[in-house]
Nanobody
Framework: QVYLMESGGGLVQSGGSLRLSCAAS????????INWYRQLPGKEREMVAQ???????NYTDSVRGRFTISRDNVRNTAYLQMNSLNPDDTAVYYC?????????WGRGTQVTVSS
């Protein structure tokens, strides 16, 4: 069974930083792309960042240059470093992996940015 668990969310002032973690188990972590999504209040879940098995990264335009996705294949953990946060980044953040044609999600971690 695949499990993902996010951590590291919290309340931060505008301009601040947070580092989210996504701990994975139940799969050969190093061979799968990992995605970070977020769901803003009243909106659809959107992909924020992706990292491939080889370390290639991609970001949605609104976070490019402020967020950095990375992975540690020894610890089976992915990270999302978030800098220069603003209130528009307030959301529940989820990590995601597609494994055997099924999407797996963690329970999410709340990020709240105050102005």
């Amino acid at each position: 069974q695949v499990y993902l668990m996010e951590s590291g969310g919290g309340l931060v002032q505008s301009g601040g930083s947070l580092r989210l973690s996504c701990a994975a188990s139940g799969l050969n972590f190093k061979i799968f792309p990992i995605n970070w999504y977020r769901q803003l209040p009243g909106k659809e879940r959107e992909m924020v960042a992706q990292i491939t098995s080889s370390g290639l990264t991609n970001y949605t335009d609104s976070v490019r240059g402020r967020f950095t996705i990375s992975r540690d294949n020894v610890r089976n953990t992915a990270y999302l470093q978030m800098n220069s946060l603003n209130p528009d980044d307030t959301a529940v953040y989820y990590c995601n992996v597609n494994y055997k044609q099924r999407g797996y999600w963690g329970r999410g971690t709340q990020v709240t940015v105050s102005s």
